[in-house]
């Protein structure tokens, strides 16, 4: 069923536990994300990034539709988010098209007008019965830049959620978007401090970085919405180039888009009970 991204989230907290957020580019992903959450029994969120709908020409409508239309079908709850948008615009279209969550990127923006722009959409969206997610202190890595060393002060983080009522904040304690390697050092004293400073559920970005054992002292520390992309999109090419290498004249995609699928699909699985600790 389609379920509320800040609902989740808000659960996972109470019971100390983390969320998976996976970022979704093709549909056979978003299909193996659902079954992995059916298996296991918890719930996931299906994130499509503004740099996705960009590989998809520019949509969101179809790939969107198709994810809230899994979510629908889905015996377990599944959430469906709008994640890293700059664009005001796709914002509005993500409510519309009956998506539960939106991660709203204004850093780009002077301070104040990024405040403002924030809580515009998070209006927006409340009205519709979606939450808003933001970021305080830039995680590093987006454009190709490794920054772990990027930090979110507590108090100001309190600041920003008072100021905007987003519902989930993202923060910078440690981590660098699209690693290959899973040895990011997590700060977990600031994050057990953020936790305690910040009313609304934390968001782990870049957690492709992060170590199995890492993520669960993250979740310990605090952490809730766990963020992965690289790490889930490796296993799935990965599987892919194996059946493509074994059988040069393949033509058909199902033949190897189907074994990526079943592959992520176990590894999805594997990271919702590694979450539930
Ligand atoms: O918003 C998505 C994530 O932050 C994914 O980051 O590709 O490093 O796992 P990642
Ligand atoms: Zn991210």
Known sequence: ?????????????????GLGAFN????????????????????????LSENAVKYHRGSLAPLGRALVALAEGSAAPVAVHLDHAEDTALCYQA???G???IMYDGSKLPDDENRRTTAEIVRAAHAAG???????????????????????DPADAAQFVADTGVDLLAVAVGTSHAMSTRDAVLDLDLIERLAAAV??????????GVSDLGMQA???????????????????????????????KL???????????????????????????
Do not use: C, W
């Not at 069923?1 to 019971?15: F, G, I, P, V, W």
């Open 130 to 152: 979606l939450s808003v997610e933001a970021e305080l202190g830039e995680v590093g890595g987006k454009d190709g830049v490794h920054a772990p060393g990027a930090r979110t």
């Open 199 to 208: 009313p609304v559920p934390l968001v782990l970005h870049g957690s492709s």
């Open 251 to 277: 033509t058909d995609p199902r033949k190897y888009l189907g074994p990526g699928s079943t592959a992520m699909q176990k590894e999805a699985a594997r990271l919702l009970n590694l979450y539930a600790i």
């Open 24 to 47: 979704v580019i093709l549909l056979e992903q978003a299909e193996a994300f659902v079954a992995a959450a059916e298996s296991t029994g918890h719930p996931v969120v299906l994130q």
């Open 218 to 248: 993250a979740i310990r520390a605090g952490m809730v919405k766990i963020n992965v992309s690289t790490h889930l999109n490796g296993v799935f090419t990965r599987a892919a180039r194996v059946e493509l290498d074994a059988n040069p």
């Open 95 to 97: 409510i519309e098209l």
């Open 99 to 101: 998506f539960t969550s």
């Open 1 to 17: 069923m389609l379920a509320d991204t800040a609902a989740l989230a808000r659960q996972a907290r109470e019971a100390g536990q």
